[in-house]
C-alpha cells in the first residue's frame, strides 16, 4: 500500500493556461475526493467521485473545472483559463468503501498562478 | 449548512505545559476527525472518532467527542517543540451520501522551547 499520490507536487502556470492535475488512489478504495486549500485556510471540498461516478460538486467548482475518474482508477482534474485566484494546493482523497469513512490524504498539487 | 469552528484560531505556548483545543459543529454527527498539517505538507491522519464519549489518545496528544454536545476536543499534555503544526477538526456529511469532510478553520500550533 503506497498511499494516494498525486503529480505533478509543483505546477507554476501564467494567467489563461490550462493546468491538468492527477491523483492516483490507494488501490481498491472506490470513493475519492477533491478539496482545495487556500493558504491560511482548511481544505474546502470540490468534488465527489464513486467508482467511476462523479456524484457531487461543490459551487465552487466553477464551469472552468472539470474532474473525470475513468474506470474508477486515477482521478484528473483540470483547471481551464486559469486565473490567479486558482492559486492554492489541491488535495485529493481516498477512502474504502464502508468502515470508519476516514479519507487518506495524498500530498497535494500546490498551483501559483502567475 | 453545517459549520465546523475551532479555537483558539493561533495558539503559542511553552514546553512542557498543556493546552486543549476545541472543535465546534452545528449540526448532527457521530464521526469526526482530526488532522495535523506541517507548513507546506499534506494532511496526516491523527485520530478517527466515531460515537459519542470516544476517547482516544497517542503520545502527547488525547482526542474526545460528545456529539450530543457537538463538541470535541484535542487535549495537548506537556507540550514538545515538535508538536508545531496546524491542528484540523473534520466532520463528514454522511447524510449527503458522500461522507464529504467540512473542516474546520484550523488551529495554529507553535511550541516555545
Known amino acids: 500500500d503506497t498511499g494516494v499520490s498525486q503529480d505533478p507536487r509543483h505546477k507554476i502556470t501564467k494567467r489563461g493556461q490550462n493546468v491538468t492535475f492527477r491523483c492516483d488512489p490507494i488501490?481498491?478504495?472506490?470513493?475519492l475526493y477533491w478539496y482545495r486549500q487556500t493558504l491560511g485556510q482548511g481544505p474546502e471540498f470540490l468534488t465527489y467521485?464513486?467508482?467511476?461516478?462523479?456524484?457531487?460538486k461543490s459551487r465552487l467548482l466553477s464551469d472552468r473545472f472539470s474532474a473525470e475518474r475513468p474506470k474508477g482508477s486515477f482521478s484528473t482534474l483540470e483547471i481551464q483559463r486559469t486565473e490567479q485566484g486558482d492559486s492554492a494546493m489541491y488535495l485529493c482523497?481516498?477512502?474504502?468503501?464502508?468502515?470508519?469513512?476516514?479519507?487518506?490524504f495524498g500530498p497535494g498539487t500546490r498551483l501559483t498562478v502567475t | 449548512e453545517l459549520k465546523v469552528e475551532q479555537n483558539p484560531l493561533f495558539l503559542s505556548m511553552q514546553e512542557g505545559k498543556n493546552y486543549t483545543i476545541y472543535c465546534n459543529y452545528s449540526t448532527t454527527s457521530d464521526r469526526l476527525y482530526w488532522y495535523r498539517q506541517d507548513p507546506g505538507k499534506s494532511l496526516e491522519s491523527l485520530f478517527v472518532?466515531?460515537?459519542?464519549?470516544a476517547v482516544k489518545q497517542e503520545g502527547r496528544l488525547m482526542a474526545s467527542l460528545d456529539t450530543k454536545a457537538r463538541l470535541s476536543t484535542l487535549h495537548i499534555t506537556a507540550a514538545v517543540h515538535d508538536l508545531s503544526a496546524t491542528y484540523f477538526c473534520a466532520v463528514d456529511r454522511g447524510s449527503s451520501g458522500t461522507y464529504k469532510y467540512i473542516f474546520g478553520t484550523g488551529t495554529r500550533l507553535k511550541v516555545l522551547a
Open positions: 488501490s481498491e478504495h472506490n470513493r
Open positions: 472518532l466515531l460515537s459519542n464519549g
Open positions: 467521485f464513486q467508482n467511476e461516478a462523479q456524484l457531487e
Open positions: 482523497a481516498s477512502s474504502p468503501r464502508g468502515g470508519s469513512y476516514e479519507q487518506y
